[in-house]
């Protein structure tokens, strides 16, 4: 049995519906929360100055929940 890696979680909490927004704008970022194999809840998020985090166990910017949130995110300026 292969282990499943940070990515593959992360697509499959999207997937699994648990991640939602909770505020999203252009000045603070954006904070997400995602539940995950073990049902608690974390906090995801990207800010301007602070850059990516999660208050999971990890306490890495590479964890399952950030994978997700990354999926969904664009980071910089958008063509309109
Ligand atoms: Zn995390």
Known sequence: MTRESAHDKGRRYLVEGR????????????IAMVR??????YRAEWQPDL?????????SDQCAHLVALRLITV???VAS
């Open 19 to 30: 991640l939602t927004i909770r505020q999203f704008n252009r000045q603070h970022g954006v």
């Open 36 to 41: 995950g194999d073990n049902a608690l809840v």
């Open 51 to 59: 850059g990516w985090s999660c208050n999971c166990p990890a306490r």
């Open 75 to 77: 980071v910089g300026e």
